[in-house]
């Protein structure tokens, strides 16, 4: 492919040039496996004091354990990948960030329902989502093109 090459969308409007996408689908992979182990590490503080708590209320606090790390998670996400950087820790150490096809810039919420529909979509049709990405031209998986957004270099 050349490195010239724009790929647009329906508009004709410019979205992306190949070389934004080089590499996207490994930093992706990359940047999950480093932001779920930096959620791992904030959920420690946190499931200790839910430990604390249902000691304190006779274990009617414990049954916050379920919630913790969708809540990390969420929370994590909409501070980062809908923050300034547009992008996570992971994304950020990888070289990758999260676009709109519009241009616009990605909030927090759009930012929680980026991650909610991957994983609702993923939980019910496992891996096959991925393949997604090698039939669509801007790297893009289905919970990508459901919002109109895409993966870049920086």
Known sequence: MNNSQIIDNETGVRVVTVQELEGVRTARF?????????????????????????????????????????AVALIYVALTLGGPAQATIGMRFMGVSIKRLDGGRVDPFLAVLHSILFWVIHSFAMIIPLFASFFSSKKRLIHDVLLGTYISRD
């Open 30 to 70: 990359m940047s999950f496996l480093v932001d779920y182990v930096i959620i791992g590490i904030l959920c420690i503080p946190l499931a200790i004091v839910i430990g604390f708590l249902g000691i304190i209320t006779l274990s009617l606090g414990w049954m916050l354990y379920p919630f913790l790390i969708p």
